[in-house]
C-alpha cells in the first residue's frame, strides 16, 4: 500500500513538471520554476542546470538554493572552470543518472575560502537529453547528502528526459523565430523596392517630362523641386532597403561591406582573414557596424578612401575600419549624444563585445570592434 502511495506521488510530480514544461517558450523562467518545482517534490534543496553546446562549453541556466561558497563574486564558481561532472559529460561517461563522489566547486570553494558552503557536499548528476542528443547536465541535492538511491537516480533521469526534450524545442523554435524574422525582412525589403522605390521613380521621371510642356518659371521651379525630393526621397529609400536586406551578406561579411563601399562610392582597402564561417548574428553585428562606420566615413571624414580589416581569431573576431579624415573630438561618455556612434558600441556590448573609436583632429578616425565568439 505505502509502495502505492509512493507510486501515486511520484507519478504526480512527473505530471506537474511535465506541464510547467510545456508552459511557454522562455528557456530560462521555464528552467527557473521546473527546478523549484523538482526540489519541492523531492525535498531536496538545492539545485542547477548547466546547458552545454557542442563544443562543450557551459552555461549556468538555472539555479535554487546555491550555497554562499558558490554564490561568490556573482556566481563566478558557477559560470568558470570545470568540475568532475563536466569532465565525466564531455568524455561520454556521464549517460545515466549518477551519484558524484564529491563536487568540485565545492572543493574550491573551501580550499580558496569563497565563503560557507552549508554542509553541501555531494550532489547527483543527470545528463539532460534529447532524443540521442544531450543538452546539458542538472545537478540536485542537499546538505548531508552523501548518497542517491537506485530509486531517486531513476525518478530524476525520468524528469531528466522531459526537461532535455523541453530544452530541445524551445531551441529550434527560437532559431524558427530568428528564420522568420529574417524571411520578414527579406520580404519587407522586396515590398518596398517594388512598390515605394518604383512609385518615387516614376514620380521623379513625371515630374522631369513635365518640365518639357511648360515654359512658366514658377511652375518650372516647382517641378524641379519635386523631382529633387522624389530623388531624395529614392535615395533614402535605397539606403532603408539595403539596411532591411544587406545585398550580398549570404556572401560573407567581407563581400557585402565591399558592395556597401561601391555603392556610397569609397575606394576600399581591405584585409579579410577566415571569416567565411561565423554565427549569423556576429555577422549581422558586424555589417551593421561596418555600415555605420563606412556611412561616417562618407558623411564626416572628407576623405574617399578607407582600410577595412576583419580577422578571426579561434575565439573571437575583430574588425577595424580605418579612414585618414578630418577626424573630430570624441567623448567617450556612456551617454553618447547621437545615435550612429552610440548604436554601434550598443550593438558590439549586446554580443558580449567591445568598441573602441580613435579620433585626431585631421589624423583620421578608427573604429574597433571585438566579438567573442563562443
Ligand atoms: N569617420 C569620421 N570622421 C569625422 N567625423 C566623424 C566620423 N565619424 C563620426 N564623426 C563625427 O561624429 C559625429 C557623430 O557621429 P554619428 O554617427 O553618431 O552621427 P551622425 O553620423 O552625424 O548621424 P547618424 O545618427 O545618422 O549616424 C558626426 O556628426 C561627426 O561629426
Ligand atoms: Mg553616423
Known sequence: ????????????????????????????????????????????????????????????????????????????????????????YRDGRLNRATNIINCKRIDDAIEYGWGDTENFTHHATVPLKAGDESVGLLNIGSPFKTHFTEEELFLLENVAFQIGAAIKRVQL??????????????????????????????????????????????????LSMMQELSQEALMEMKALIWQLRPNGLEKGIGYALTRYCDVIGLKLFKQIQGVGRLPHEVEETLWRIGQEALNNCKKHA???????????????????????GIGFMYDSAPNLPSVGLASMKERAEKLSGTFQLESQNNRGTTITVSIPIR
Open 1 to 88: 500500500m505505502e509502495k502505492d502511495e509512493k507510486r501515486v506521488e511520484e507519478l504526480l510530480m512527473l505530471k506537474t513538471i511535465a506541464e510547467t514544461l510545456n508552459m511557454g517558450n522562455d528557456l530560462e523562467s521555464m528552467l527557473d520554476e521546473v527546478m523549484k518545482k523538482l526540489l519541492q517534490v523531492t525535498g531536496l534543496t538545492t539545485g542547477w542546470i548547466f546547458l552545454i553546446n557542442d563544443k562543450g562549453n557551459y552555461e549556468l541556466k538555472a539555479e535554487q538554493s546555491l550555497p554562499e561558497g558558490l554564490c561568490y563574486e556573482n556566481k563566478k564558481p558557477m559560470c568558470e572552470g570545470d568540475c568532475w561532472c563536466l569532465e565525466r
Open 173 to 222: 523554435s527560437e532559431n524558427e523565430q530568428k528564420l522568420a524574422l529574417l524571411a520578414e525582412r527579406n520580404r519587407l525589403a522586396q515590398d518596398l523596392h517594388d512598390s515605394v522605390n518604383q512609385l518615387l521613380f516614376s514620380l521623379s521621371l513625371t515630374a522631369r517630362t513635365t518640365k518639357e510642356l511648360t515654359s512658366e518659371p514658377r511652375v518650372l521651379d516647382m
Open 302 to 324: 572628407q576623405i574617399d578612401e578607407v582600410e577595412l580589416s576583419i580577422k578571426k581569431k579561434l575565439n573571437q573576431v575583430d574588425m577595424m575600419i580605418k579612414d585618414q
